[in-house]
């Protein structure tokens, strides 16, 4: 398949997510509870970062035993990173920059990509290779709200997945914007609610993010 087809697909996903919780866990347990909270809440896909040493091993498990969950590899910085990825069965990729070699990389993979980028000049690189979706990140540092509408005259095809600083608060907003197809977000999976196993609250958190994504799509 082509990178077009791969982005459309990657829109779609993300589209269907409305809100991707950026998930980071630390033991396998955690990975299959907080996972199946968020599901039941309401969001089926989300974004597990590789930034534990139980990531990837997590990433397969959940794959095998919790085939609802649409599950994204997160914060892959590297091309053995997404290659491990895509052989423990990831959904989709996603990075939070991108530099050349990973561009190249990303574009030729099996499957949905969303590359980061946190400058014009960066996505008008990535639009140049052919992605039409892309994450941008730290969305509230790089200038939030103002940067995405920013970004809508010039680049109006170039859909986006802010993340990073965004709240249940701001979430709405975000999402209204056309050019926004979905939003990131970890305040429904906060580290003390994970360490604590407080899956009611995350289930919870979940449903209030799902009904902010139905509220915005009924409009």
Request: hydrophobic share 50%; net charge neutral.
């Amino acid at each position: 398949m082509t990178i077009a087809v791969h982005q459309k697909r990657a829109e779609t996903l993300l589209l269907a997510a409305g809100i991707l919780p950026v998930v980071t866990v630390h033991t396998l347990d955690q990975a299959r509870a907080v996972s199946a909270a968020l599901l039941e809440g309401g969001l089926p896909a989300i974004e597990l970062t590789l930034r534990t040493p139980v990531a990837m091993e997590a990433l397969a498990m959940l794959k095998r035993e919790l085939p609802d969950v649409v599950v994204g590899a997160g914060t892959v910085l590297t091309v053995a990173q997404m290659q491990q990825s895509i052989d423990a069965g990831a959904d989709f990729l996603v990075t939070p920059g991108t530099p050349a070699h990973m561009a190249d990389a990303l574009a030729a993979a099996p499957l949905p990509v969303v590359p980061g980028a946190a400058t014009p000049t960066e996505m008008l690189a990535l639009y140049a290779r052919g992605f039409r979706v892309c994450k941008l990140f730290p969305a509230s540092a790089v200038g939030g709200l103002a940067m995405i509408k920013g970004l809508a005259g010039p680049i109006p095809d170039l859909k986006l997945c802010p993340t990073g600083g965004i709240t249940e608060t701001t979430a709405a907003e975000y999402l209204e914007q056309k050019n926004v197809v979905c939003i990131g977000g970890s305040w429904m999976v906060p580290g003390n609610w994970i360490d604590n196993g407080d899956w009611d609250k995350v289930r919870e958190s979940a449903a209030q993010a799902a009904k902010i994504v139905a509220r915005v799509r009924s409009r």
